[in-house]
């Protein structure tokens, strides 16, 4: 079967076709086609994602990256390109999720195909099956399994106890890691996205990292630099804080 995929958590507007062939635990993928239209240049000005900006953008978006992704994949001229129609529902910004939501509607509506509502985060968690070029397969993997998810405004811990089965054991108590990276790049006034303009700026000063265990720098040009505390480093439980 082949499914369309849309995406509109927050300020990239993505459409992909996928051929899919297996069941629920051994199915294989193909992505016939997948486009994504930035919005970082229209949300410079100011300094991170403006929501009421990020709708309309994906209004407009929207019906141009689904005509290059059918053409993409030659299903333009079919009167029924696909099987059903998966899109995200969350979690994100409300304003930017239900340009999708409703825009996946109507397609159902039109092609007469089942809409299927989809956790990002979720998706983030399978992506690691993808083995380049297009294709992935969820193979039969064995329970438990733990997942780092660290995607824009989300920074968490989840166990999948069982398939499908989730349990979040830790999450960040404040800030998520892009939300500081962020924070940070306005207060320094780096130009957004914030987040390789610090990596970017850290990785000059990678050399002068605290030698581990001592806290204090083997190398005397980097004396006066900054060692950070980390204040839940002996916290009982497995929480984060980036504030």
Not at 52 to 59: I, P
Not at 213 to 222: A, K, L, P, Q
Request: aromatic letters at 8%; hydrophobic letters at 35%.
């Amino acid at each position: 079967m082949k499914i369309l995929s849309i995406e509109t958590s927050c300020d990239d507007t993505g459409i992909s076709i996928l051929d899919v062939k297996g069941g629920i635990k051994n199915a294989s993928f193909k992505v016939l086609a997948n486009n994504v239209s930035s919005q970082i240049d229209v949300h410079i000005p100011y300094g991170g994602v403006y929501p009421a900006l990020a709708k309309r953008e994906h209004t407009k978006n929207l019906p141009f990256v689904l005509e290059k992704t059918l053409k993409e994949s030659k299903l333009e001229k079919k009167e029924k390109p696909v099987d059903a129609i998966a899109v995200t529902y969350g979690p994100g910004l409300e304003i930017t999720l239900w340009t999708g939501i409703t825009f996946a509607q109507e397609l159902a509506k039109k092609w007469n195909v089942p809409v299927i509502p989809v956790n990002h985060m979720e998706g983030h968690m399978f992506s690691i099956f993808g083995k380049g070029k297009g294709k992935f397969k969820i193979p039969a993997i064995k329970t438990p399994i733990l997942s780092l998810l660290v995607s824009g405004g989300h920074t968490e811990l989840v166990l999948m106890k069982k398939w499908m089965q989730y349990e979040r054991i830790g999450e960040t108590v404040d800030d998520a890691v892009g939300e500081a990276f962020d924070k940070v790049a306005r207060t320094l006034g780096l130009p957004y996205p914030g987040g390789p303009q610090i990596s970017k700026l850290a990785e000059q000063e990678r050399k002068c990292a605290p030698t581990p265990g001592v806290g204090e720098f083997s190398d005397t040009r980097c004396r006066g630099k900054f060692v950070l505390p980390r204040p839940m480093l002996y916290s009982k439980n497995f929480d984060f804080s980036y504030s």
